[in-house]
């Protein structure tokens, strides 16, 4: 994962398919970065579009890192899906909780 | 197409990887949409199976199988556990129902979205000790193109 910030907004680009095998280091990397940059930043924006997959594992993930987002107060979207994976989070109505956007 | 694997997300991707060339090649599968969806069960079955049936032992084996017989493609997959309950099952099939605000509870919930989604997806579940198979027509999935 490559993070980028700008103006209190990180951006976390997800480079490997957001899969049960990825998670669990995905989701340390993702809260030590949060953790550091506590106090610094807007909003946290979950970009996908170097990748093509996502299991329900993954979604997890997702699900969890919004969480902690907005108790920190931050803004949260995940963007750049497929249109496989932007369909799939609207099935699991991730739309009606936090931001989501095809690439 | 049948593949033994060890308890590990790791051998679910090698085998993932495996099983998706051969529903392209093997049996012919190219509507990508419906490939998509189809490495999206046999992903859930096999995590379930890696983390609920056997526990994450990597020492204990799943047998995962998929083929297409009488116009049916069916992925099957036996792990070394009890699997789900009956009432469980009942219950998470219940949410898949055909009324979406059923899974409004759900919609901030970390896990337990995976068999739900399946059946949402037009999946029929059938689940027994250990043995789960999920299968659709292959007429339905010719008719998603």
Known sequence: METKIKQGKIVMCLKEDLVASQVEALAAEANLVLENKAGTLTDVVLDAGDINFIDSRGISFVVALYKTADQAGLGFSLT????????????????EVFPISQR | MEITLASTYEQVDGAIKNVMAYAACGLGLSNGR????????????LNNAVEHGNGGNPDKMIVFEIKTEDAILQVCVVDEGACFDGQ??????????????????????????????????????????????????????????
């Open chain 2, 34 to 45: 419906f490939l998509f969806e189809l490495d999206f069960v046999m992903r859930e079955l």
């Open chain 2, 88 to 145: 469980a099952l009942a219950k998470i099939l219940r949410q898949a129902g055909p009324v979406r605000a059923a899974m409004l509870p759900e919609g901030l919930a970390e896990r337990r979205r995976g068999l739900v989604t399946i059946a949402q997806l037009g999946w029929i579940l059938e689940v027994s000790p250990g043995r789960v198979v999920a299968w659709r027509r292959m007429s339905d999935i010719l008719a998603e193109k």
């Open chain 1, 80 to 95: 750049g899906l497929s249109k496989e994976m932007f369909d799939l989070c609207a099935l699991m109505r991730l739309d």
